[in-house]
Every structure is written in structure tokens, then in C-alpha cells.
């Protein structure tokens, strides 16, 4: 599973900077855009964590919308899928938010 592999990565990279200190709670940021499941993550986390720093620990999720921008007309809009097409017809669309996938907070104990 995908999420397994992102999960245990972020606990590694968390463990790692904390050199081993206790986690009380960890917040990620996963962009609606991201490709990645928040409620898979949330699954995977307590058997990642399980025997680290952050066993225990609570997981906080938030999900920032998908945000893009035409380069045609300027305009910025909400994106809920890849599929990025301009209301003005444009497809030349850049995507500014949603793809997010980082730690935002980890609060030791
Ligand atoms: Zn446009």
C-alpha cells in the first residue's frame, strides 16, 4: 500500500529529528490534490509508530484545497481533481495549492 510507505517514511523523518524524544501529537498537511488518502494514513499510523517516538501519539490531519490559477485570464479557482480547465476555457491552468504532503507540527512531550 502506498500510504504504508508515506507513513512509515514521515515517522522516520520525525523520529530522526527528534532524536528519540517522545511525540504527544503529530499534524500533516495532505492536499486534496495529493494522490494520497488521509483516512489510509490514519490507518497506517499506529502499526508505523508502533515501538518509535511516536507511539501513542495523536495524528492530526488537515487537507487544504486543491487552488490553481489560469494563465490565460488570471483567474484563480478551487480545484477538486487533476482535471484542471479554466472556466474561461483555458487549459493552460497552474496549480497553486492541494499538492501538499508535509509535516506541519510535532509536539514533543
Ligand atoms: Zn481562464
Known amino acids: 500500500m502506498h500510504e504504508m510507505a508515506i507513513t512509515q517514511s514521515v515517522v522516520e523523518t520525525v523520529c530522526e529529528r527528534l532524536e528519540g524524544a517522545p511525540a504527544r501529537a ?19 499510523f499506529d502499526m508505523a509508530a508502533d515501538g518509535t ?11 487544504p484545497d486543491g487552488r490553481a490559477r ?13 482535471i484542471a480547465l479554466c472556466g474561461c476555457g483555458s ?14 507540527s510535532v509536539e514533543v512531550l
Do not use: Y
Open 70 to 82: 489560469c494563465r490565460a485570464c488570471t483567474n484563480e479557482f478551487r480545484l477538486d481533481d487533476l
Open 91 to 104: 487549459a493552460d491552468v497552474e496549480i497553486t495549492g492541494g499538492q501538499e504532503l508535509r509535516i506541519r
Open 26 to 44: 503529530l499534524t500533516l498537511e495532505i492536499g486534496r490534490l495529493s494522490g494520497v488518502v488521509p483516512d489510509a494514513v490514519r490507518f497506517c
Open 53 to 63: 517516538a511516536l507511539a501513542g501519539a495523536r495524528l492530526d490531519i488537515t487537507e
